[in-house]
């Protein structure tokens, strides 16, 4: 097992290299930049930033030096929050995405886990068209029309809410965005549940395991929850990294300091070393993220052994 | 001993006096809760980026030696008065004897001339030192030639007085000296700490209030600077200033009662009419220094080089509909390219372009035919705007307002960094572009149709016009000079060099229970001056 942790983090670093050279290359081909803006720089002035920002090197040998200072754990400073560095950025920003990713996740798994397993048992009854009726419903009506709806009907009409804002992480605060992102993983997960249960109930092992007289409740819990939960598993390992990392449209909207809108501000300021930090911490955590899933899967399927 | 008792009872009544209006004051200072609508980049000056919602911070938590009361008119900051030499080219300013930063050490004019050389220090590579360049010396230390310290700037009698000498006479000099680039740097503590001295633990400012939180993208936290010289006149205990970039966000916390004011922009162009009727005492829209027009690019070989195809595209525009229809009123119809406001100036615009829309559109559809035009022979026109809706909205009406002209028009949009580095290369036919002014002079607005200046993106260039600009920028009665400036401005839109459009309107949400607001031309509002009712 140790080994087999030892080599996937071994894999890790040249996957992390690869995308850490893509993204730095197609942020630089992308055109206008970090000092493009309503105003134009005296030539003198633009000259001052460009060398300020070692912008005036060529660029192999920015590469080198961004590559240099990532190996060192510096990721530089950010072209557009000049009292931060992007490293104090994500150190700031990520403890707001990973408490609203982890209770939306939490949330979801409470409600999409027993929803995707009362319509799989129930399957094609108007219990199950109704949870997939709503899950289809989840999974369409995006974020950025809930969350606006959610903040009006009880941020603003009905007032029990704060209709934005950080604070800490109050309670009141963290309800709106982590019911507005939970949404649609309920779901997805409720789906995905569904359809891995069906599945699990047809085969042979839990026909024997009715034969033997077991009850419903104990057929599925005992001997069908566990393998109609591995592709759910394959699913949260992504979604967990996608979910932490913060989403642009609820942040914006609640008005949450997390990391998802560095994503696209930092794109849109071609605030590159933003962008190159964001990205990479990214990398980092779907990596860990799939191994830790893929270590999960031995444990739930004894099929799979790493040894 | 009937004296005594009356003597006890006034003592008890003045004390229970004193003790209810301290009671009072404490329930009546508060901390302000403002929503802007970006973030602050530094609160070191010379790395601001140059946002409206930047400076509000800025003037809040510092203050130069000269400041704006509520409406914008100015009054004595750091300095309690100054004198101008004959030539105009000598500024000498007393620094208040009571002035302190943050930690109680005193302002001197030391920290205004290391602040004024760290701001054209070219290692700091500021974005705006260029305000500064009417300093002597100034431009040339910012291209990296000379030393900092050989800026036109002395600290004389022991730090009690600030002498400035510029190459130039500027008339608006002392509105200039409201602007951040003017601010003082606490030298003691940029000694000190070196770049760190911007960290909450470590900063110290000279303004009403001085931050002490900051929460990047959520909210930065100020309270009252005891040793502000005049901290016994501000109200406020301290102010939160939220970053909230969604506007339609930002009125739902202004409505749910988290902001106190929504500033810069407190609103979305689109909710102007229902919070007109819903939030009539709280919804404040004023004219403001600023304007939308479209750039016409006159390089050699384009279409728009010529005059008569440049006037008719501007003949042939409604620009009624771009205002109330479009825009809702958030912004006011204009034929000029200053907007109107500034005391004392009187915008001038092309008499033409006011005539019935029915006379305009035939006199634009023969001048098109004079320049070869027609629907048959149609003018294909590129037109760069920067994604936005609103911007979307303008060019497809304004496209369409051209169509009877033969004017096929091909709409480019792209986010606004490539957007202006396109219009700045001359990559664009027509090209949407809106400024609004550092200070408060109709000098800031006309620079930008000299010829070689950065923001004259369409290369305008007319050498009479160049000569009126320098004429002024010599003057020093500043009646005269305006007349001068009201010349040029006359030259350029009888020159068609630009199609003005829009004046912009600020917006801005104001809980009614707030004293000490008002709407100005600037749309500056020093948070000093704010209260809440009893």
Same mark, same amino acid.
């Given at each position: 097992?140790?080994?087999?942790?030892?080599?996937?983090?071994?894999?890790?670093?040249?996957?992390?290299?690869?995308?850490?050279?893509?993204?730095?290359?197609?942020?630089?081909?992308?055109?206008?930049?970090?000092?493009?803006?309503?105003?134009?720089?005296?030539?003198?002035?633009?000259?001052?930033?460009?060398?300020?920002?070692?912008?005036?090197?060529?660029?192999?040998?920015?590469?080198?030096?961004?590559?240099?200072?990532?190996?060192?754990?510096?990721?530089?400073?950010?072209?557009?929050?000049?009292?931060?560095?992007?490293?104090?950025?994500?150190?700031?920003?990520?403890?707001?995405?990973?408490?609203?990713?982890?209770?939306?996740?939490?949330?979801?798994?409470?409600?999409?886990?027993?929803?995707?397993?009362?319509?799989?048992?129930?399957?094609?009854?108007?219990?199950?068209?109704?949870?997939?009726?709503?899950?289809?419903?989840?999974?369409?009506?995006?974020?950025?029309?809930?969350?606006?709806?959610?903040?009006?009907?009880?941020?603003?009409?009905?007032?029990?809410?704060?209709?934005?804002?950080?604070?800490?992480?109050?309670?009141?605060?963290?309800?709106?965005?982590?019911?507005?992102?939970?949404?649609?993983?309920?779901?997805?997960?409720?789906?995905?549940?569904?359809?891995?249960?069906?599945?699990?109930?047809?085969?042979?092992?839990?026909?024997?395991?009715?034969?033997?007289?077991?009850?419903?409740?104990?057929?599925?819990?005992?001997?069908?929850?566990?393998?109609?939960?591995?592709?759910?598993?394959?699913?949260?390992?992504?979604?967990?990294?996608?979910?932490?990392?913060?989403?642009?449209?609820?942040?914006?909207?609640?008005?949450?300091?997390?990391?998802?809108?560095?994503?696209?501000?930092?794109?849109?300021?071609?605030?590159?070393?933003?962008?190159?930090?964001?990205?990479?911490?990214?990398?980092?955590?779907?990596?860990?993220?799939?191994?830790?899933?893929?270590?999960?899967?031995?444990?739930?399927?004894?099929?799979?052994?790493?040894? | 001993?009937?004296?005594?008792?009356?003597?006890?009872?006034?003592?008890?009544?003045?004390?229970?006096?004193?003790?209810?209006?301290?009671?009072?004051?404490?329930?009546?200072?508060?901390?302000?809760?403002?929503?802007?609508?970006?973030?602050?980049?530094?609160?070191?000056?010379?790395?601001?980026?140059?946002?409206?919602?930047?400076?509000?911070?800025?003037?809040?938590?510092?203050?130069?030696?000269?400041?704006?009361?509520?409406?914008?008119?100015?009054?004595?900051?750091?300095? =309690?008065?100054?004198?101008?030499?004959?030539?105009?080219?000598?500024?000498?300013?007393?620094?208040?004897?009571?002035?302190?930063?943050?930690?109680?050490?005193?302002?001197?004019?030391?920290?205004?001339?290391?602040?004024?050389?760290?701001?054209?220090?070219?290692?700091?590579?500021?974005?705006?030192?260029?305000?500064?360049?009417?300093?002597?010396?100034?431009?040339?230390?910012?291209?990296?030639?000379?030393?900092?310290?050989?800026?036109?700037?002395?600290?004389?009698?022991?730090?009690?007085?600030?002498?400035? =000498?510029?190459?130039?006479?500027?008339?608006?000099?002392?509105?200039?000296?409201?602007?951040?680039?003017?601010?003082?740097?606490?030298?003691?503590?940029?000694?000190?700490?070196?770049?760190?001295?911007?960290?909450?633990?470590?900063?110290?400012?000279?303004?009403?209030?001085?931050? =002490?939180?900051?929460?990047?993208?959520?909210?930065?936290?100020?309270?009252?600077?005891?040793?502000?010289?005049?901290?016994?006149?501000?109200?406020?205990?301290?102010?939160?200033?939220?970053?909230?970039?969604?506007?339609?966000?930002?009125?739902?916390?202004?409505?749910?009662?988290?902001?106190?004011?929504?500033?810069?922009?407190?609103?979305?162009?689109?909710?102007?009419?229902?919070?007109?009727?819903?939030?009539?005492?709280?919804?404040?829209?004023?004219?403001?220094?600023?304007?939308?027009?479209?750039?016409?690019?006159?390089?050699?070989?384009?279409? =728009?080089?010529?005059?008569?195809?440049?006037?008719?595209?501007?003949?042939?525009?409604?620009?009624?509909?771009?205002?109330?229809?479009?825009?809702?009123?958030?912004?006011?119809?204009?034929?000029?390219?200053?907007?109107?406001?500034?005391?004392?100036?009187?915008?001038?615009?092309?008499?033409?372009?006011?005539?019935?829309?029915?006379?305009?559109?035939?006199?634009?559809?023969?001048?098109?035919?004079?320049?070869?035009?027609?629907?048959?022979?149609?003018?294909?026109?590129?037109?760069?705007?920067?994604?936005?809706?609103?911007?979307?909205?303008?060019?497809?009406?304004?496209?369409?307002?051209?169509?009877?002209?033969?004017?096929?028009?091909?709409?480019?949009?792209?986010?606004?960094?490539?957007?202006?580095?396109?219009?700045?290369?001359?990559?664009?036919?027509?090209?949407?572009?809106?400024?609004?002014?550092?200070?408060?002079?109709?000098?800031?607005?006309?620079?930008?149709?000299?010829?070689?200046?950065?923001?004259?993106?369409?290369?305008?260039?007319?050498?009479?016009?160049?000569?009126?600009?320098?004429?002024?920028?010599?003057?020093?009665?500043?009646?005269?000079?305006?007349?001068?400036?009201?010349?040029?401005?006359?030259?350029?839109?009888?020159?068609?060099?630009?199609?003005?459009?829009?004046?912009?309107?600020?917006?801005?949400?104001?809980?009614?229970?707030?004293?000490?607001?008002?709407?100005?031309?600037?749309?500056?509002?020093?948070?000093?001056?704010?209260?809440?009712?009893?």
């Amino acid at each position: 097992m140790l080994s087999y942790i030892i080599k996937r983090i071994g894999q890790a670093i040249p996957t992390l290299l690869i995308v850490i050279t893509v993204s730095f290359f197609l942020m630089r081909l992308a055109p206008g930049g970090p000092f493009d803006g309503e105003r134009q720089l005296p030539p003198e002035i633009e000259a001052n930033l460009m060398a300020a920002y070692h912008m005036d090197e060529p660029l192999w040998q920015q590469y080198v030096r961004y590559l240099d200072g990532i190996a060192h754990g510096d990721f530089g400073p950010s072209f557009k929050y000049k009292d931060f560095s992007v490293t104090d950025l994500i150190w700031q920003g990520f403890p707001v995405s990973l408490t609203l990713g982890a209770w939306a996740m939490l949330v979801a798994l409470i409600i999409g886990l027993p929803l995707g397993i009362i319509a799989a048992i129930k399957r094609n009854s108007a219990v199950d068209y109704l949870v997939m009726g709503i899950a289809l419903g989840g999974i369409a009506v995006p974020s950025f029309v809930i969350a606006p709806i959610l903040a009006l009907v009880f941020g603003v009409i009905l007032a029990w809410l704060p209709a934005g804002g950080w604070h800490d992480g109050a309670l009141p605060n963290l309800v709106m965005p982590v019911a507005a992102l939970a949404l649609a993983q309920i779901a997805a997960i409720a789906r995905l549940m569904r359809a891995s249960m069906i599945e699990v109930l047809g085969s042979q092992y839990i026909r024997t395991a009715r034969a033997k007289g077991l009850t419903p409740t104990e057929v599925i819990l005992r001997h069908a929850l566990r393998p109609a939960l591995l592709p759910v598993l394959s699913y949260l390992g992504p979604a967990i990294a996608a979910i932490v990392t913060g989403s642009v449209v609820i942040e914006q909207i609640f008005g949450l300091p997390g990391i998802g809108r560095y994503f696209v501000q930092g794109a849109l300021n071609r605030d590159y070393t933003l962008v190159m930090g964001v990205v990479v911490f990214y990398a980092i955590l779907i990596i860990v993220m799939n191994l830790i899933v893929d270590l999960l899967y031995s444990v739930l399927d004894p099929q799979i052994r790493y040894d | 001993m009937k004296a005594t008792t009356s003597l006890l009872g006034t003592l008890l009544f003045s004390a229970s006096v004193a003790s209810l209006a301290f009671t009072s004051q404490q329930a009546e200072a508060r901390t302000l809760q403002m929503g802007l609508g970006g973030e602050l980049a530094s609160f070191d000056t010379s790395q601001v980026a140059g946002g409206v919602w930047e400076a509000q911070v800025l003037m809040d938590v510092f203050e130069g030696l000269v400041k704006k009361d509520p409406k914008g008119n100015l009054l004595p900051g750091m300095a =309690t008065d100054w004198v101008v030499s004959k030539d105009g080219k000598t500024w000498t300013f007393r620094i208040r004897s009571n002035a302190k930063w943050s930690d109680g050490t005193p302002v001197t004019a030391d920290d205004f001339v290391f602040g004024w050389q760290h701001m054209l220090d070219p290692k700091n590579a500021s974005k705006y030192a260029f305000m500064l360049y009417p300093v002597k010396n100034a431009k040339a230390i910012n291209e990296g030639k000379p030393a900092p310290d050989t800026l036109g700037v002395k600290s004389l009698d022991d730090g009690n007085t600030f002498q400035v =000498t510029l190459n130039e006479p500027v008339p608006y000099f002392e509105e200039l000296m409201t602007h951040f680039t003017a601010y003082p740097l606490p030298k003691h503590t940029v000694e000190k700490y070196g770049t760190d001295w911007v960290k909450m633990s470590n900063i110290v400012t000279n303004g009403a209030f001085t931050p =002490t939180d900051w929460v990047s993208q959520s909210s930065i936290k100020t309270v009252k600077n005891p040793d502000y010289y005049d901290a016994r006149q501000v109200a406020l205990d301290g102010i939160v200033y939220n970053n909230i970039e969604n506007l339609n966000a930002m009125v739902s916390r202004y409505r749910g009662g988290q902001l106190d004011i929504a500033h810069s922009h407190g609103f979305p162009v689109t909710q102007l009419k229902s919070l007109k009727r819903t939030l009539p005492e709280d919804t404040h829209t004023a004219p403001w220094l600023g304007n939308e027009y479209y750039v016409l690019n006159q390089r050699e070989g384009e279409p =728009t080089a010529d005059l008569r195809v440049r006037k008719a595209l501007s003949l042939a525009i409604r620009r009624d509909i771009l205002a109330e229809k479009i825009s809702q009123g958030a912004f006011d119809a204009t034929t000029a390219f200053v907007p109107s406001g500034i005391h004392g100036y009187q915008p001038q615009s092309n008499d033409e372009l006011s005539k019935p829309y029915a006379e305009r559109l035939k006199e634009a559809k023969e001048l098109m035919k004079e320049a070869g035009y027609s629907p048959e022979h149609p003018l294909n026109l590129h037109l760069r705007f920067n994604s936005d809706d609103w911007n979307r909205s303008n060019a497809v009406a304004i496209s369409s307002m051209w169509q009877p002209l033969g004017v096929k028009t091909e709409l480019d949009n792209t986010e606004a960094t490539v957007h202006y580095q396109s219009i700045a290369r001359g990559d664009f036919d027509v090209a949407r572009a809106g400024w609004v002014a550092d200070y408060n002079d109709p000098q800031n607005f006309l620079t930008l149709m000299e010829t070689g200046v950065g923001n004259n993106y369409g290369a305008y260039s007319n050498n009479e016009y160049d000569k009126l600009m320098q004429q002024a920028a010599a003057t020093m009665d500043q009646g005269k000079r305006y007349q001068l400036l009201e010349q040029a401005e006359k030259l350029a839109m009888d020159d068609y060099a630009v199609i003005p459009l829009l004046t912009q309107v600020s917006r801005n949400l104001v809980n009614p229970h707030i004293n000490g607001w008002e709407d100005n031309i600037s749309d500056d509002h020093p948070s000093r001056w704010i209260s809440f009712d009893k």
